[in-house]
């Protein structure tokens, strides 16, 4: 994340030292995450300004930090699945701008940061009637093509991917954790309680007729 994304997208809401909840040490967090502060307790901000990343980009990069849960749809996809497929749908498509184009995003403006790792690859369409209407013709996806070879493996990076879309989904809600055993605990406070209050009412009322 702080190699790929960090460079033009913040994380406004993150501070540096809140990943030791997920296990890093201070000394780690300093060493290998701080590019842009010098304290560890400073947000994961960015250096570009606003101004020029608008004459860039032609608009702001987005802020990261809650990006995992934003793109949660009431269709049940949770955001952490279109991050997943979003960051593996990037092909070479020489009609746009930045060279590449991504399926589950069409004619996106962030071009493919990581793919040298994915190495180049190409989109393969079909057109097709559609079976109601003879006169529509869909544009139809029917796979990749590999064009170069990138420095991961198709396995390692999905893998490499999982691990960016995992980090992200926690950084959007570190606490969801601890809510979740906590809410554990009070649930099994909850029904004990219940039946201490049921056994008391039962003889609070056992001799009223």
């Known amino acids: 994340f702080v190699n790929y994304c960090l460079n033009c997208h913040a994380a406004a809401f ?33 250096t570009m300004n606003p101004r020029d990343a608008k004459e860039w980009f032609g608009a702001v990069p987005p802020d990261l930090t809650l990006v995992a849960r934003s793109r949660a749809d009431l269709a049940k996809v949770s955001g952490a699945d279109y991050l997943y497929s979003y960051l593996r749908g990037y092909y070479r498509d020489d009609t746009k701008a930045t060279g590449w184009n991504n399926l589950y995003f069409p004619d996106v403006a962030m071009p493919h940061v990581l793919w040298q790792l994915q190495g180049q690859r190409a989109a393969k369409f079909a057109e097709q009637k559609d079976p ?17 070879p990138g420095t991961m493996s198709a396995i390692e990076y999905d893998g490499a991917v999982a691990d960016l ?3 992200m989904q926690w950084m959007a809600d570190p606490s969801r954790a601890v809510r979740v055993q906590l809410g554990v605990w009070v649930l099994l ?3 004990v309680l219940l039946v201490l209050v049921w056994r008391l009412n039962a003889a609070y009322w056992k001799d009223v007729k």
């Open 165 to 167: 879309v995992g980090f």
């Open 189 to 191: 406070y909850l029904a």
């Open 14 to 46: 993150m501070r540096y030292n809140r990943m030791r909840d997920i296990g890093l040490t201070e000394e780690e967090i300093k060493k290998y995450l701080m590019f842009a502060t010098d304290k560890v307790g400073d947000t994961m901000t960015i």
């Open 132 to 148: 109601h209407d003879p006169a529509v013709t869909t544009h139809v996806f029917q796979g990749f093509e590999q064009l170069t």
